[in-house]
């Protein structure tokens, strides 16, 4: 049973434009969501984490979008860069369930 | 300060041998979670450890095994080791109680042969 669910699996975005990224989720006991950015030949890195009781947060150009009733939350990457170019996993945590991660979208930024 | 280190970086193996992959965590993080990556499955939990308790194990065989000490390091270890069991594990460390901000180390490429 996937916990987390992700997509898409990939995406090419031009130099300049918006990427996003959805995940979707079914326990409620789940309070806590980041997202991690992972290069080849490295660990996931934090890059940005959101909790249920506010609907958006915003990093630098990265921005997370979270509806509670659907059960969904999103990544946005403005003005994305060849330098964001990675595998990006959202993640879940909460209760006794430890952090569970979706599959990954592997983003590919072109000039 | 320094981030979570994990030895050796890469290791290979042979199916029905046994491995031993360490992790040191950040300064001062107390809980220790491990993680095995494959193109295939993704990110799959292992085991939590804490104050050198194991606080909860992911659904992998009890081939897999790990133990934390007292300095908060951890070791994980497979025995009898598979062909599937190929992948990077990877180690994370966080503060004392808290799963939510949890801070990678680079892994440690396991092959099986």
């Known amino acids: 049973q996937q916990q987390v669910k992700q997509s898409p699996q990939s995406l090419i975005v031009q130099k300049g434009g918006i990427s996003i990224i959805n995940c979707a989720y079914e326990?409620?006991?789940?309070?806590?969501f980041p997202w991690y950015q992972q290069f080849p030949g490295k660990g996931p890195a934090l890059l940005i984490a959101?909790?249920?009781?506010?609907s958006e947060k915003k990093e630098g150009r990265f921005t997370i979008s979270f509806n509670k009733s659907a059960k969904q939350f999103s990544l946005h990457i403005m003005d994305s860069q060849p330098g964001d170019s990675a595998t990006y996993f959202c993640?879940?945590?909460?209760?006794?369930?430890?952090?569970?991660f979706g599959k990954g979208t592997r983003l590919s930024v072109i000039a | 300060k320094a981030g979570v280190t994990q030895t050796p970086r890469y290791l290979i193996k042979t199916r029905g041998q046994q491995v031993t992959l360490s992790c040191s965590p950040i300064?001062?993080?107390?809980?220790v979670s491990w993680y095995q990556q494959t193109p295939g499955q993704g990110l799959q939990f292992l085991f939590e450890?804490?104050?050198?308790?194991?606080?909860n194990k992911g659904n992998f065989p009890g081939r897999f095994s790990g133990r934390q000490f007292s300095n908060s390091r951890s070791e994980m270890n497979v025995s009898t080791l598979e062909l599937g069991d190929s992948a990077l594990y990877l180690c994370?460390?966080?503060?004392?109680?808290?799963?939510?901000?949890?801070?990678f180390g680079p892994g440690t490429r396991l092959t099986v042969l």
């Open positions: 994370a460390s966080s503060l004392e109680g808290s799963r939510n901000e949890q801070f």
């Open positions: 326990n409620t006991a789940f309070d806590y």
């Open positions: 959101i909790r249920p009781d506010v």
């Open positions: 993640a879940a945590v909460g209760g006794n369930t430890p952090l569970v």
């Open positions: 300064s001062g993080h107390r809980s």
């Open positions: 450890y804490f104050s050198e308790t194991q606080r």
